[in-house]
């Protein structure tokens, strides 16, 4: 809608998982950098943890994807509403075992621990991942455990990685005190990063100038407390207004006109189910 206006050739701002969208702010590297230490130092278990929109599923996407390049076997899960039937369904689908609608839970169980034990023979290295296990049914939580103990034979050869808000750590503690060996926590962008990341989004969408001002990124780091997806939030929206302003840039008064349309920014962020990221 306003990407010609602006000289872009696709919204940078619109597709928040997209791997392709990833920025790699020093944050997000860091997070990136001790996954992959995880996962090739084959270590059980990795919670990724953060505030709602701070790019906890684009991180386990960019890394799936990229464990997948290197012929590891992936099965990624958005745990988001799932019980314990469906999830083990899903998993199913994701290790390439065909289920059928029929199957039950028992005859689930043992296909994909005959399929994670085919793996170990084979020498290749799974990696689960479960995206918003705190949305979860709780009966996941024990099954999750039960696929953690049936998996650890002292090979390594299967790597947990999971993401959850850090409010709900608490919550699942005794759950994930005893098989985590590593957390790494997503701190929201500071205001240079701020600054980088919606450049960097803007450079990927073919932009060669200077759209937004200093004072404009200053506020927008400020209204959104540089939460990514916030960023992005506010980035569409005050494109759109500029465009409807017939604008040359977008300044700082243009930004807080769009404030009204994403009011309570941060209940909003913790309202949404979905990550930046």
């Known amino acids: 809608m306003y990407e010609a206006y602006w000289g872009l050739t696709e ?3 619109t597709n928040r998982l ?3 969208w990833f920025h790699e702010s020093p944050v997000h590297e860091e997070a990136l950098a001790r996954l992959f230490y995880l996962i090739e130092h084959r270590r059980g278990f990795g919670v990724i943890s ?3 929109g701070t790019g906890k599923s684009l991180t386990l996407r960019v890394l799936a994807e990229q464990s997948q390049r290197s012929q590891r076997r992936v099965a990624f899960l958005d745990l988001l509403g799932m019980d314990e039937h469906e999830m083990l369904w899903q998993l199913a689908v994701e290790l390439r075992l065909s289920p059928s609608e029929s199957d039950s839970r028992w005859s689930l169980w043992r296909r994909i621990t005959d399929q994670l034990a ?3 023979l084979a020498r ?4 689960l991942v479960f995206d918003h296990l705190e949305r979860a049914d709780p009966s996941c939580f024990s099954l999750i455990e039960r696929l953690f103990c049936a998996a650890d034979s002292g090979t390594g050869l299967a790597t947990f990685l999971a993401s959850m808000r850090t ?5 699942t503690s005794r759950f994930l005190g005893e098989m985590t060996d590593l957390r ?3 701190l929201p962008l500071q205001l240079d990063e701020t600054d980088e990341f919606v450049h960097d989004l803007l450079r990927q969408a073919g932009c060669d100038r200077e759209i937004f001002s200093g004072d404009a990124l200053l506020r927008l780091h400020a209204l959104s407390q540089g939460i990514p997806r916030t960023i992005c939030r506010f980035c ?3 494109l759109i207004a500029g465009m409807a302003a017939d604008a040359d840039s977008i300044d700082g008064e243009i930004v807080d006109s769009v404030a009204g349309t994403l009011v309570d920014t941060s209940s909003t962020a913790r309202a949404d189910q979905h990550e930046y990221v």
């Not at 409010?167 to 919550?171: H, K, Q, S, V």
Request: glycine fraction near 4%; charged fraction near 30%; avoid cysteine.
């Open 236 to 238: 569409e929206m005050a």
């Open 11 to 13: 919204s940078p701002f």
């Open 50 to 52: 953060g505030d709602a």
């Open 167 to 171: 409010d709900e750590l608490p919550r």
């Open 124 to 127: 290749q290295q799974a990696i």
């Open 118 to 120: 085919s793996l170990e």
């Open 18 to 20: 997209s791997p392709r």
């Open 184 to 186: 790494v926590e997503l």
